[in-house]
């Protein structure tokens, strides 16, 4: 099978780093978290606004008391 050289580096490197920390991935989380604020770089959160209707299953999340479970067809 083919190896990638650049792929197997980055494993290396991974591996190094997870093992500096003891495996840990509490610590991990913070080392990363404290790297990127030192980064003075600007961090955009991706994450999904409340309120917004899922496409899947068909139901409204978190639009109050008026929101209609619209999974069932009306007959």
Known sequence: MWKDEIVEEIHQIREAYAKSFSYDL????????????????????????????????????????????TSRRSS
């Open 26 to 69: 509490d610590a991990i989380f913070a080392d990363l978290r404290k790297k990127q604020t030192e980064s003075g770089r600007e961090v955009v959160n991706l994450s999904r606004k409340p309120g917004l209707t899922a496409r899947w299953g068909g139901r409204v999340k978190d639009l109050g008391g008026d929101a209609k479970d």
